[in-house]
């Protein structure tokens, strides 16, 4: 959860940090935005850049303005992205920025808090423990497969 619609009005940006990732969440108009806050060119902090809408150009010297923001570019410099896509539009073969889905949810269907902690869908890896001799040990590689007809284990 990011913030209340309420409080997170037109034009605004907000930078949350989920695990080890920092995303930049965007509100252009009614839309929302979420994508990787670390440019591709050379790391910057990208969410903090500027936004701007298309620019379009029918001849030279003559251009105009499409829609709402849509482009992000890095502070650093000046690489632009797509808010939605995360397409880059400089350095042919760059790689896009991660995008992620946003959704806006009713707050009587988000789950409670428990202890301070919200529930997930999260499922922990578990490895096998036993005692030898007088060691702990954690088996973390691949369980072998039994073979056919008596199984080595």
Known sequence: ???????????ER???EAGRRSIGVFRV?????????????MGGPLCRGRTKPWV????P????????DALLACPWHGWEYDLATGQSFLGPGEPPVRT???????????????????????????????VE???VVVETSPR???????GAR
């Open 133 to 135: 001799d007088a060691y």
């Open 56 to 59: 379009t150009s029918q001849r």
């Open 14 to 16: 907000r930078i949350v």
């Open 29 to 41: 108009g009614d839309r929302f935005y979420a994508i990787n806050n670390y440019c591709p060119h």
């Open 144 to 150: 072998p497969v039994a073979a056919a007809g008596g």
């Open 100 to 130: 992620y889905a946003v959704s806006v949810e009713c707050g009587d269907e988000l789950p409670e808090p428990r202890d301070g902690r919200q529930p997930g869908p999260y499922v922990a890896e578990t490895f096998p423990v036993h």
């Open 61 to 68: 010297g003559e251009y105009t303005t499409a829609g709402e």
């Open 1 to 11: 959860m990011v913030a209340r619609l309420d409080e997170f009005g037109p034009g």
